[in-house]
Protein backbone atom coordinates (compact mmCIF):
# COMPACT_ATOMS: atom_id res chain seq x y z
CA UNK A 1 0.00 0.00 0.00
CA UNK A 2 2.63 2.65 0.84
CA UNK A 3 4.46 2.06 -2.78
CA UNK A 4 0.59 2.73 -3.85
CA UNK A 5 0.60 5.86 -2.14
CA UNK A 6 3.88 7.32 -3.13
CA UNK A 7 3.33 6.51 -6.40
CA UNK A 8 -0.44 8.71 -6.12
CA UNK A 9 1.94 11.46 -4.62
CA UNK A 10 4.22 11.33 -7.12
CA UNK A 11 1.87 11.80 -10.46
CA UNK A 12 0.07 14.28 -8.74
CA UNK A 13 3.09 16.45 -8.58
CA UNK A 14 4.13 15.29 -12.14
CA UNK A 15 0.09 16.48 -13.29
CA UNK A 16 0.58 19.94 -10.86
CA UNK A 17 4.07 20.62 -12.87
CA UNK A 18 2.92 19.23 -16.28
CA UNK A 19 5.96 17.52 -16.09
CA UNK A 20 6.06 14.95 -18.82
CA UNK A 21 7.64 15.07 -22.14
CA UNK A 22 6.59 13.92 -25.49
CA UNK A 23 8.29 11.70 -28.33
CA UNK A 24 7.04 10.86 -31.73
CA UNK A 25 6.81 8.29 -34.11
CA UNK A 26 7.06 9.35 -37.99
CA UNK A 27 3.53 7.85 -39.82
CA UNK A 28 4.97 7.34 -43.90
CA UNK A 29 3.29 7.14 -46.36
CA UNK A 30 3.73 3.90 -48.16
CA UNK A 31 3.91 5.07 -51.53
CA UNK A 32 6.23 7.74 -51.45
CA UNK A 33 7.85 6.95 -48.15
CA UNK A 34 7.97 10.38 -47.29
CA UNK A 35 6.79 11.10 -43.36
CA UNK A 36 2.85 12.66 -43.65
CA UNK A 37 2.64 12.47 -39.83
CA UNK A 38 3.42 12.23 -36.82
CA UNK A 39 2.04 10.11 -33.72
CA UNK A 40 2.69 11.50 -30.17
CA UNK A 41 3.43 9.60 -27.29
CA UNK A 42 3.50 10.92 -24.03
CA UNK A 43 6.49 10.08 -20.79
CA UNK A 44 6.69 10.37 -17.72
CA UNK A 45 10.13 11.89 -15.83
CA UNK A 46 12.76 10.00 -17.01
CA UNK A 47 14.56 7.68 -14.93
CA UNK A 48 11.05 7.21 -12.72
CA UNK A 49 8.66 3.99 -12.56
CA UNK A 50 5.92 6.15 -14.13
CA UNK A 51 7.94 6.71 -17.37
CA UNK A 52 6.20 4.96 -19.47
CA UNK A 53 2.64 5.54 -20.56
CA UNK A 54 1.24 2.62 -19.35
CA UNK A 55 2.15 2.95 -15.66
CA UNK A 56 1.61 6.76 -16.03
CA UNK A 57 -1.78 6.41 -16.52
CA UNK A 58 -1.85 4.10 -14.31
CA UNK A 59 -0.81 5.76 -11.31
CA UNK A 60 -2.99 9.05 -12.89
CA UNK A 61 -6.28 6.29 -12.43
CA UNK A 62 -5.32 5.75 -8.88
CA UNK A 63 -4.94 9.22 -8.20
CA UNK A 64 -8.02 10.01 -10.19
CA UNK A 65 -6.76 11.80 -12.71
CA UNK A 66 -6.35 10.81 -16.01
CA UNK A 67 -8.76 12.89 -17.84
CA UNK A 68 -6.24 16.25 -16.41
CA UNK A 69 -3.18 13.92 -17.74
CA UNK A 70 -4.65 13.14 -21.19
CA UNK A 71 -5.08 16.83 -21.65
CA UNK A 72 -1.71 17.64 -20.13
CA UNK A 73 -0.53 15.24 -22.62
CA UNK A 74 -2.23 16.27 -25.44
CA UNK A 75 -1.14 20.37 -24.64
CA UNK A 76 2.45 18.78 -24.50
CA UNK A 77 2.43 17.23 -27.91
CA UNK A 78 0.54 20.68 -29.64
CA UNK A 79 3.29 22.73 -28.15
CA UNK A 80 6.15 20.78 -29.57
CA UNK A 81 4.43 20.79 -32.85
CA UNK A 82 3.95 24.49 -33.13
CA UNK A 83 7.01 25.57 -31.36
CA UNK A 84 8.79 23.38 -34.41
CA UNK A 85 7.42 25.16 -37.01
CA UNK A 86 6.67 22.34 -39.11
CA UNK A 87 5.18 22.09 -42.56
CA UNK A 88 1.05 22.88 -41.92
CA UNK A 89 0.68 19.97 -44.15
CA UNK A 90 2.24 17.54 -41.99
CA UNK A 91 -0.78 15.67 -39.66
CA UNK A 92 -0.50 15.12 -35.77
CA UNK A 93 -1.44 12.12 -34.40
CA UNK A 94 -2.85 12.03 -30.43
CA UNK A 95 -4.34 9.22 -28.34
CA UNK A 96 -7.07 10.40 -26.20
CA UNK A 97 -8.09 8.27 -23.34
CA UNK A 98 -12.04 7.64 -22.96
CA UNK A 99 -12.67 9.00 -19.68
CA UNK A 100 -11.25 12.66 -20.93
CA UNK A 101 -14.07 12.44 -23.76
CA UNK A 102 -16.27 15.42 -21.83
CA UNK A 103 -13.63 16.79 -19.50
CA UNK A 104 -13.02 20.28 -19.88
CA UNK A 105 -9.69 21.89 -21.09
CA UNK A 106 -7.65 22.53 -17.66
CA UNK A 107 -8.11 26.65 -18.02
CA UNK A 108 -3.98 26.62 -18.13
CA UNK A 109 -3.56 25.07 -21.25
CA UNK A 110 -6.57 27.11 -22.93
CA UNK A 111 -4.27 28.78 -25.18
CA UNK A 112 -2.13 26.12 -26.37
CA UNK A 113 -5.10 23.97 -27.57
CA UNK A 114 -6.63 26.54 -29.10
CA UNK A 115 -3.38 28.01 -31.22
CA UNK A 116 -3.58 24.02 -32.37
CA UNK A 117 -7.26 24.44 -32.55
CA UNK A 118 -6.10 27.43 -35.42
CA UNK A 119 -2.88 26.26 -37.24
CA UNK A 120 -2.32 22.17 -36.26
CA UNK A 121 -3.59 19.60 -38.83
CA UNK A 122 -4.90 16.68 -36.17
CA UNK A 123 -6.68 13.49 -35.88
CA UNK A 124 -7.88 12.31 -32.87
CA UNK A 125 -7.27 8.63 -31.81
CA UNK A 126 -10.23 6.37 -30.11
CA UNK A 127 -10.92 2.93 -29.95
CA UNK A 128 -13.65 0.68 -28.35
CA UNK A 129 -12.78 1.00 -25.26
CA UNK A 130 -14.08 4.94 -25.17
CA UNK A 131 -17.57 3.33 -27.02
CA UNK A 132 -18.36 1.64 -24.31
CA UNK A 133 -17.48 3.95 -21.01
CA UNK A 134 -18.68 7.26 -22.69
CA UNK A 135 -20.47 7.08 -25.91
CA UNK A 136 -21.78 10.44 -25.69
CA UNK A 137 -18.62 11.57 -24.36
CA UNK A 138 -17.01 9.99 -28.25
CA UNK A 139 -19.70 10.90 -30.31
CA UNK A 140 -19.25 14.28 -28.83
CA UNK A 141 -15.45 14.78 -29.17
CA UNK A 142 -15.81 13.26 -32.39
CA UNK A 143 -18.13 16.30 -33.24
CA UNK A 144 -15.73 18.85 -31.54
CA UNK A 145 -13.03 17.49 -34.11
CA UNK A 146 -14.83 17.43 -37.03
CA UNK A 147 -15.97 21.16 -36.42
CA UNK A 148 -12.26 22.54 -36.00
CA UNK A 149 -11.68 20.01 -39.60
CA UNK A 150 -9.81 17.90 -37.73
CA UNK A 151 -9.65 14.31 -38.25
CA UNK A 152 -10.77 10.92 -36.55
CA UNK A 153 -8.43 7.81 -36.10
CA UNK A 154 -9.59 4.22 -34.78
CA UNK A 155 -6.37 2.89 -32.85
CA UNK A 156 -6.07 -0.62 -31.51
CA UNK A 157 -7.62 -2.23 -34.67
CA UNK A 158 -6.26 -6.09 -34.45
CA UNK A 159 -7.08 -6.96 -31.29
CA UNK A 160 -10.29 -8.52 -31.46
CA UNK A 161 -14.02 -7.78 -33.43
CA UNK A 162 -15.18 -4.89 -30.84
CA UNK A 163 -13.26 -1.94 -33.02
CA UNK A 164 -15.06 -2.77 -35.87
CA UNK A 165 -18.32 -0.98 -34.95
CA UNK A 166 -16.78 1.99 -34.11
CA UNK A 167 -15.26 2.77 -37.62
CA UNK A 168 -19.07 3.53 -38.60
CA UNK A 169 -19.98 5.01 -35.61
CA UNK A 170 -17.30 7.64 -35.77
CA UNK A 171 -16.92 8.14 -39.13
CA UNK A 172 -13.20 6.64 -39.14
CA UNK A 173 -11.08 9.07 -41.65
CA UNK A 174 -8.38 6.49 -41.14
CA UNK A 175 -8.12 3.06 -39.29
CA UNK A 176 -5.21 1.56 -37.60
CA UNK A 177 -4.44 -1.99 -37.98
CA UNK A 178 -1.69 -3.21 -35.29
CA UNK A 179 0.11 -6.03 -37.25
CA UNK A 180 0.83 -7.44 -34.01
CA UNK A 181 -2.62 -7.45 -32.44
CA UNK A 182 -4.01 -8.85 -35.74
CA UNK A 183 -0.82 -11.97 -35.37
CA UNK A 184 -1.94 -12.80 -31.70
CA UNK A 185 -6.07 -12.75 -32.36
CA UNK A 186 -7.81 -15.99 -33.20
CA UNK A 187 -7.69 -16.64 -36.98
CA UNK A 188 -11.22 -16.48 -37.68
CA UNK A 189 -11.03 -13.04 -35.85
CA UNK A 190 -8.06 -11.81 -37.71
CA UNK A 191 -9.73 -12.96 -40.89
CA UNK A 192 -13.25 -11.27 -39.66
CA UNK A 193 -11.04 -7.64 -38.76
CA UNK A 194 -9.21 -7.52 -41.94
CA UNK A 195 -12.24 -8.18 -43.57
CA UNK A 196 -14.23 -5.62 -41.78
CA UNK A 197 -11.42 -3.48 -42.15
CA UNK A 198 -10.53 -3.65 -46.05
CA UNK A 199 -14.48 -2.99 -46.66
CA UNK A 200 -15.27 0.06 -44.44
CA UNK A 201 -11.81 1.54 -46.64
CA UNK A 202 -13.09 0.62 -49.69
CA UNK A 203 -16.85 2.08 -48.96
CA UNK A 204 -16.03 5.30 -47.42
CA UNK A 205 -12.31 6.22 -48.46
CA UNK A 206 -11.04 6.01 -44.89
CA UNK A 207 -6.98 5.49 -45.49
CA UNK A 208 -5.52 2.22 -43.78
CA UNK A 209 -2.48 2.61 -41.70
CA UNK A 210 -0.29 -0.34 -40.51
CA UNK A 211 1.44 -0.20 -37.31
CA UNK A 212 4.44 -2.19 -36.37
CA UNK A 213 5.71 -2.49 -39.26
CA UNK A 214 9.64 -4.41 -37.86
CA UNK A 215 10.67 -5.97 -41.25
CA UNK A 216 10.77 -5.65 -44.69
CA UNK A 217 8.06 -8.30 -44.68
CA UNK A 218 5.76 -6.83 -42.65
CA UNK A 219 6.45 -3.49 -45.09
CA UNK A 220 5.66 -5.74 -47.93
CA UNK A 221 2.43 -7.21 -46.14
CA UNK A 222 1.13 -3.94 -45.09
CA UNK A 223 0.93 -2.73 -49.09
CA UNK A 224 -0.55 -6.14 -50.05
CA UNK A 225 -3.21 -4.99 -47.54
CA UNK A 226 -3.51 -1.96 -49.37
CA UNK A 227 -2.20 0.40 -46.62
CA UNK A 228 -1.46 3.86 -47.85
CA UNK A 229 0.67 4.67 -44.93
CA UNK A 230 2.78 2.93 -42.00
CA UNK A 231 4.48 3.48 -38.51
CA UNK A 232 6.94 0.75 -37.13
CA UNK A 233 10.74 0.42 -36.37
CA UNK A 234 10.70 -0.90 -39.36
CA UNK A 235 10.06 2.86 -41.07
CA UNK A 236 11.09 4.95 -37.86
CA UNK A 237 11.10 4.67 -34.20
CA UNK A 238 9.54 6.57 -31.53
CA UNK A 239 12.21 9.67 -30.98
CA UNK A 240 12.48 13.30 -30.21
CA UNK A 241 11.04 15.55 -32.95
CA UNK A 242 12.72 15.76 -36.22
CA UNK A 243 14.54 19.12 -36.53
CA UNK A 244 13.62 19.22 -40.43
CA UNK A 245 10.50 17.94 -42.31
CA UNK A 246 9.68 17.85 -45.53
CA UNK A 247 5.91 19.17 -46.93
CA UNK A 248 4.02 16.30 -47.74
CA UNK A 249 3.16 15.54 -51.47
CA UNK A 250 -0.20 14.03 -50.39
CA UNK A 251 -1.87 15.06 -46.87
CA UNK A 252 -3.61 12.52 -45.30
CA UNK A 253 -7.19 12.89 -46.39
CA UNK A 254 -10.27 13.62 -44.66
CA UNK A 255 -13.08 12.04 -45.37
CA UNK A 256 -16.06 13.79 -46.21
CA UNK A 257 -18.76 14.24 -42.93
CA UNK A 258 -22.22 12.04 -43.41
CA UNK A 259 -25.18 13.86 -44.20
CA UNK A 260 -27.01 11.78 -41.54
CA UNK A 261 -24.31 13.26 -38.71
CA UNK A 262 -26.60 16.39 -38.05
CA UNK A 263 -27.99 16.36 -34.30
CA UNK A 264 -31.79 15.63 -34.46
CA UNK A 265 -34.90 15.39 -32.18
CA UNK A 266 -35.60 11.79 -33.21
CA UNK A 267 -34.24 9.07 -35.24
CA UNK A 268 -37.85 9.38 -37.72
CA UNK A 269 -35.77 12.70 -38.65
CA UNK A 270 -33.07 10.98 -40.14
CA UNK A 271 -35.90 8.71 -42.36
CA UNK A 272 -37.81 10.93 -43.65
CA UNK A 273 -37.29 9.39 -46.89
CA UNK A 274 -37.99 5.85 -45.35
CA UNK A 275 -41.49 4.27 -46.59
CA UNK A 276 -43.36 3.59 -43.01
CA UNK A 277 -45.85 1.25 -42.85
CA UNK A 278 -49.01 0.24 -40.87
CA UNK A 279 -47.82 -2.58 -38.24
CA UNK A 280 -50.00 -4.34 -35.55
CA UNK A 281 -47.64 -4.58 -32.19
CA UNK A 282 -47.35 -8.36 -32.47
CA UNK A 283 -45.93 -8.01 -36.07
CA UNK A 284 -42.99 -5.22 -35.20
CA UNK A 285 -41.50 -7.61 -32.56
CA UNK A 286 -41.64 -10.20 -34.94
CA UNK A 287 -39.81 -8.09 -37.40
CA UNK A 288 -37.51 -6.96 -34.94
CA UNK A 289 -37.11 -10.50 -33.87
CA UNK A 290 -36.33 -11.75 -37.63
CA UNK A 291 -33.48 -8.81 -37.41
CA UNK A 292 -32.01 -9.77 -34.34
CA UNK A 293 -31.62 -13.81 -34.60
CA UNK A 294 -30.13 -12.35 -38.96
CA UNK A 295 -27.62 -10.37 -37.23
CA UNK A 296 -25.93 -13.23 -34.84
CA UNK A 297 -22.76 -14.43 -36.56
CA UNK A 298 -19.92 -16.52 -34.40
CA UNK A 299 -17.48 -14.56 -32.21
CA UNK A 300 -19.44 -11.48 -33.42
CA UNK A 301 -19.25 -8.23 -31.51
CA UNK A 302 -22.26 -5.73 -32.46
CA UNK A 303 -23.50 -2.50 -31.30
CA UNK A 304 -27.41 -3.36 -30.41
CA UNK A 305 -29.72 0.02 -29.02
CA UNK A 306 -33.26 -1.05 -27.98
CA UNK A 307 -35.94 1.24 -27.66
CA UNK A 308 -39.09 0.21 -25.67
CA UNK A 309 -40.74 4.18 -25.56
CA UNK A 310 -43.16 4.58 -22.65
CA UNK A 311 -44.13 0.87 -23.09
CA UNK A 312 -41.63 -0.76 -20.00
CA UNK A 313 -39.40 -3.64 -20.15
CA UNK A 314 -41.15 -6.47 -20.44
CA UNK A 315 -38.82 -9.99 -19.56
CA UNK A 316 -41.27 -12.03 -21.51
CA UNK A 317 -40.48 -10.37 -24.66
CA UNK A 318 -36.81 -10.06 -24.00
CA UNK A 319 -36.89 -13.79 -23.61
CA UNK A 320 -37.99 -14.31 -27.03
CA UNK A 321 -34.80 -12.30 -28.29
CA UNK A 322 -31.40 -13.89 -29.35
CA UNK A 323 -28.91 -14.06 -27.02
CA UNK A 324 -25.87 -15.48 -28.84
CA UNK A 325 -23.48 -12.28 -29.11
CA UNK A 326 -22.04 -10.57 -26.22
CA UNK A 327 -22.93 -6.42 -27.77
CA UNK A 328 -19.23 -4.13 -27.43
CA UNK A 329 -22.27 -1.50 -26.44
CA UNK A 330 -25.82 -2.94 -25.24
CA UNK A 331 -28.49 -0.12 -24.43
CA UNK A 332 -32.31 0.14 -23.67
CA UNK A 333 -33.92 3.10 -23.85
CA UNK A 334 -37.17 3.90 -22.18
CA UNK A 335 -38.93 5.07 -19.31
CA UNK A 336 -39.26 3.72 -15.91
CA UNK A 337 -36.39 1.10 -16.51
CA UNK A 338 -34.83 -1.29 -14.02
CA UNK A 339 -31.20 -0.15 -13.82
CA UNK A 340 -30.49 -3.23 -15.79
CA UNK A 341 -32.86 -4.88 -17.31
CA UNK A 342 -30.92 -8.38 -18.53
CA UNK A 343 -26.97 -9.04 -17.60
CA UNK A 344 -25.42 -6.67 -20.03
CA UNK A 345 -28.15 -4.75 -21.03
CA UNK A 346 -27.67 -0.31 -19.46
CA UNK A 347 -30.55 1.31 -19.54
CA UNK A 348 -30.74 4.37 -20.54
CA UNK A 349 -33.96 6.11 -18.44
CA UNK A 350 -35.89 8.84 -20.38
CA UNK A 351 -38.36 11.34 -19.40
CA UNK A 352 -41.95 10.91 -20.38
CA UNK A 353 -41.81 14.06 -22.18
CA UNK A 354 -38.70 13.45 -24.08
CA UNK A 355 -39.33 13.44 -27.67
CA UNK A 356 -37.12 9.66 -27.99
CA UNK A 357 -40.05 8.29 -25.65
CA UNK A 358 -42.15 8.42 -28.47
CA UNK A 359 -40.01 5.78 -30.47
CA UNK A 360 -39.71 2.35 -30.16
CA UNK A 361 -36.58 0.89 -32.47
CA UNK A 362 -34.39 -1.72 -32.52
CA UNK A 363 -30.79 -0.42 -34.16
CA UNK A 364 -27.78 -3.06 -34.58
CA UNK A 365 -24.67 -2.68 -36.14
CA UNK A 366 -22.27 -5.45 -36.98
CA UNK A 367 -18.86 -6.67 -39.03
CA UNK A 368 -21.45 -7.28 -42.00
CA UNK A 369 -23.90 -4.13 -42.01
CA UNK A 370 -26.29 -2.38 -39.99
CA UNK A 371 -30.00 -1.86 -40.25
CA UNK A 372 -32.80 0.30 -37.98
CA UNK A 373 -36.11 -0.46 -37.35
CA UNK A 374 -38.11 2.33 -36.17
CA UNK A 375 -41.95 2.11 -34.70
CA UNK A 376 -44.40 5.04 -32.92
CA UNK A 377 -47.99 4.69 -32.35
CA UNK A 378 -50.74 5.82 -34.45
CA UNK A 379 -54.27 6.90 -32.70
CA UNK A 380 -55.97 3.31 -33.38
CA UNK A 381 -52.99 1.59 -32.05
CA UNK A 382 -51.13 0.24 -34.73
CA UNK A 383 -47.83 1.46 -35.38
CA UNK A 384 -46.10 3.31 -37.77
CA UNK A 385 -42.77 1.52 -38.84
CA UNK A 386 -40.06 2.30 -41.25
CA UNK A 387 -37.13 -0.19 -41.56
CA UNK A 388 -33.85 1.16 -43.38
CA UNK A 389 -31.08 -1.02 -43.67
CA UNK A 390 -28.87 1.62 -45.45
CA UNK A 391 -25.98 1.58 -43.57
CA UNK A 392 -25.25 5.66 -43.74
CA UNK A 393 -29.05 5.75 -42.05
CA UNK A 394 -28.47 3.34 -39.73
CA UNK A 395 -24.70 4.86 -38.41
CA UNK A 396 -26.35 7.99 -38.73
CA UNK A 397 -29.28 6.89 -36.18
CA UNK A 398 -26.78 5.11 -33.40
CA UNK A 399 -24.89 8.43 -34.18
CA UNK A 400 -27.65 10.16 -32.99
CA UNK A 401 -28.50 7.63 -29.57
CA UNK A 402 -25.18 7.22 -28.80
CA UNK A 403 -25.09 11.16 -27.68
CA UNK A 404 -27.76 10.77 -25.37
CA UNK A 405 -26.10 7.34 -23.42
CA UNK A 406 -24.76 8.75 -19.87
CA UNK A 407 -21.12 7.33 -19.18
CA UNK A 408 -20.45 4.44 -17.02
CA UNK A 409 -20.86 5.12 -13.33
CA UNK A 410 -23.69 7.82 -13.19
CA UNK A 411 -27.47 7.71 -12.53
CA UNK A 412 -28.24 6.45 -15.48
CA UNK A 413 -30.88 9.53 -16.97
CA UNK A 414 -30.48 10.24 -20.51
CA UNK A 415 -28.34 13.16 -21.37
CA UNK A 416 -30.28 16.23 -22.62
CA UNK A 417 -31.00 16.75 -26.20
CA UNK A 418 -28.28 18.18 -27.99
CA UNK A 419 -28.39 21.08 -30.18
CA UNK A 420 -30.60 20.73 -32.96
CA UNK A 421 -28.95 22.72 -35.72
CA UNK A 422 -31.66 25.60 -37.43
CA UNK A 423 -31.01 25.59 -41.25
CA UNK A 424 -33.00 28.59 -42.08
CA UNK A 425 -35.49 28.45 -45.05
CA UNK A 426 -35.18 30.48 -47.97
CA UNK A 427 -37.79 33.59 -48.31
CA UNK A 428 -40.18 32.13 -50.93
CA UNK A 429 -39.51 35.10 -53.27
CA UNK A 430 -35.89 33.60 -53.65
CA UNK A 431 -36.24 29.92 -54.17
CA UNK A 432 -32.53 29.51 -55.29
CA UNK A 433 -31.07 31.21 -52.34
CA UNK A 434 -28.69 28.46 -50.58
CA UNK A 435 -29.24 27.04 -47.56
CA UNK A 436 -26.85 27.87 -45.13
CA UNK A 437 -24.71 25.58 -43.19
CA UNK A 438 -25.37 24.89 -39.84
CA UNK A 439 -23.15 26.72 -37.70
CA UNK A 440 -20.78 24.53 -34.85
CA UNK A 441 -19.34 24.59 -31.84
CA UNK A 442 -15.36 24.79 -31.13
CA UNK A 443 -13.58 22.89 -28.54
CA UNK A 444 -14.61 24.98 -25.83
CA UNK A 445 -17.93 25.68 -26.99
CA UNK A 446 -17.07 29.08 -29.42
CA UNK A 447 -19.96 29.72 -32.36
CA UNK A 448 -17.00 28.77 -35.32
Given at each position: MEATSTTTTDIGAVIDAR??????????DLRTMQVAGLEAFVRGPEGTEIERPRELFAAAAAAGRVAELDWVARAAAFRAVLDANLPPSLSVFVNTEPGSLSTECPADLHAEVARAEAQLRVFVEVNDRALVADPAGL?????????????????????SRAPIVVLPVVHADVVKVDLGLLREAPQTDASAVLAATLRHVERTGAALCVERIETDADLRWARAMGAAFGQGRHLAPPGPL????????????????????????SPFDLVCDGQPRRVERRHFLELARMLAFGSIAPGAAPV???????SGFDPAVAASFPDGAMPVLYVMFGTDLPAEPLPG??????DHDDPLAETEFLVQINEKGASALLARSLPDGELEVVLTQDREVAHG???HLARRIP???????????PEVWEVAEPEPDLPEAPTPEPRR????GRRR
Open positions: AVTVVFQPVVVAAVDRARAMGWGVAVDDVGSPEAVTAPWSPIPLVAPSAEDAPVRVLVGVGRLRAVCLIARPLGGDGRALPLRGVF
